[in-house]
């Protein structure tokens, strides 16, 4: 099991067994490893310790807090926790495809690809002249039908693998908890509508979250929350889009294309 793993089955573990408060000697059992060895890997890994995750999750990611809008720095804040921005201090550009572009379907379009193993698992990441077009976390046994769902995006592009593109990617994410400066460009392929929505969830700060029906109010649509959740799910790039910034009105955490645990891991990475 890699790192990740081993913490996203933790953090599965931990929510699921949270009013039972389970003791580390739990969790680590639960991951089959020593609990000294499970406290430094998790520290390491998470920059806190289990007990304190644990205090997070008690007061239920911000269940009260929404209607302070940063429920998850609060959430911070309240048990001792520091908090940074992520991305919040880099500059994203999101270009959409044009008309022209979208009739000719990739035509004369070079897109590399590459895949790298992320700290939150397998990154499949693609990008045009023009800037980043997919990221995408997949399994071992996905990067097949990741790479066909690219493909059924541009079906008269050019593929080249080029799998340091994807590293390179991760690294300026995930490698250190104060990334670098750099400006990212994004050149993705959406309806006007789902375009509208990308570019709301690029403003919401890390470490935050906002309901899909305070997004929706953003968007000028207040009873557009279903049309809202089902752009936020069609988003095709992972965390640097940070969708998974979107939660349910009651704190809980709502839907995740690549996966729940991923998600809380995300937050819990960004609070940090």
């Known amino acids: 099991m890699s790192d990740y793993d081993r913490i996203a ?5 931990i929510q699921a067994n949270v009013t039972a408060q389970p003791q580390l000697t739990d969790i680590a059992k639960h991951v089959h490893l020593s609990p000294y060895h499970f406290q430094r890997l998790f520290t390491r890994w998470a920059g806190t310790t289990p007990k304190r995750f644990l205090q997070v999750l008690t007061l239920e990611l911000g269940k009260n807090l929404l209607d302070h809008n940063h429920p998850l720095l609060d959430t911070a804040g ?4 520091s908090s940074a921005s992520r991305l919040h201090d880099h500059f994203v550009q999101l270009e959409a495809v044009t ?6 379907k990739g035509k004369g379009l070079v897109i590399h690809y590459g895949v790298h193993e992320s700290v939150f698992g397998l990154l499949l990441v693609a990008q045009t002249t023009r800037g980043i077009c997919s990221a995408t976390f997949v399994e071992d046994e996905g990067i097949e039908s990741g790479l066909a769902g690219l493909a059924s995006q541009w079906p008269a592009a050019q593929f080249f693998r080029d799998d340091d593109i994807a590293r390179k990617f991760s690294d300026q994410l995930f490698s250190s908890r104060h990334p670098r400066d750099g400006n990212f460009t994004l050149h993705v392929n959406g309806t006007n509508f789902q375009l509208a929505v990308w570019r709301a969830l690029l403003r919401i700060p890390a470490g935050t979250a ?5 997004l929706a109010a953003q968007l000028g649509s207040p009873n557009a929350s279903r049309a809202v959740g089902t752009a936020v799910g069609a988003n095709p790039v992972a965390f640097l889009i940070p969708c998974h910034r979107v939660i349910r009105q009651s704190g809980a955490l709502g839907g995740y294309r690549w996966g729940l645990v991923r998600k809380q891991a995300l937050q819990l990475w960004e609070r940090l």
């Open 210 to 214: 906002v309901s899909y029906g305070a």
């Open 9 to 13: 089955s933790a953090i599965a573990y």
């Open 99 to 104: 008309p022209g572009e979208y009739k000719q």
């Open 78 to 81: 309240r048990v001792g926790l």
